[in-house]
């Protein structure tokens, strides 16, 4: 890796054993920092970086795992935990909750590099596809209501004269509506528009419903 490649929070109450690790990290060109608590860590602004969360099971005031079972539900970095009590059955459970590596202490340094470069690489793609998503949400956001319903049913594979007909327009407007929504989500082709859709989780059942509005 190198320098500005990430960042790696520690999260453990044995002061040497992070200090140790903020500076071996350090000379991996990565930006590591660590807390002795998990409120410490939440308090944290952190950079805007691809990272690392090293986690350790047991802490003060709650425990690595207890915390991973809520971290799933914000914007977390990956997490690698580390333990000094370690048993099958925690291992399991916090792999299974999405962990990507449980490491016993003490544990040798190229293991703990794997690891730390296999979170920071699965970060720094999360990063990317959660930009590329809020790209294509305001250009969803664009939309007429009217477009919003003619996507789903477009980008299902029904022909012109289908799609028409369920909304009950003319396969003139349906062309209209269609034409519009490709430039308005930047498609440049039908192929290309589905898979737009795709990462949006738009499906047919997305659009007409009763009541929906007249042409």
Same mark, same amino acid.
């Given at each position: ?114 690891? $730390? ?6 970060? #720094? %793609?999360? !990063?990317?596809?959660? &930009?590329?998503? @809020?790209?294509?949400?305001? /250009? ?31 396969? $003139? ?6 034409? #519009? %929504?490709? !430039?308005?989500?930047? &498609?440049?082709? @039908?192929?290309?528009?589905? /898979? ?20």
């Amino acid at each position: 890796m190198t320098q500005g490649d990430g960042a790696v929070y520690i999260v453990d109450d044995d002061s040497r054993l992070t200090n140790a690790l903020c500076g071996f990290l350090e000379t991996y060109g990565l930006y590591a920092i660590a807390f002795g608590r998990i409120a410490d860590y939440l308090a944290f602004e952190r950079p805007d970086l691809p990272a690392c969360l090293l986690l350790d099971v047991r802490l003060p005031d709650i425990s690595g795992l207890e915390f991973q079972l809520h971290a799933g539900r914000e914007d977390h970095p990956p997490i690698v935990f580390l333990t000094g009590y370690g048993d099958i059955r925690s291992s399991v459970f916090a792999m299974k909750r999405g962990a990507v590596d449980y490491l016993t202490k003490p544990f040798r340094e190229d293991e703990l590099m794997r690891s $730390v470069e296999a979170a920071i690489d699965i970060d #720094r %793609i999360s !990063r990317i596809e959660r &930009a590329d998503l @809020l790209v294509l949400q305001k /250009r969803l956001a664009s939309l007429t209501p009217r477009e919003r319903e003619v996507l789903p049913l477009v980008s299902s594979g029904l022909l012109n004269k289908q799609a028409a007909a369920e909304l009950g327009v003319s396969e $003139v407007t349906l062309q209209v509506h269609r034409s #519009r %929504i490709m !430039r308005k989500m930047e &498609a440049s082709s @039908l192929a290309e528009l589905v /898979r737009i859709a795709e990462k949006l989780r738009i499906n047919s059942n997305m659009s007409r419903h009763p009541g929906s509005a007249a042409k």
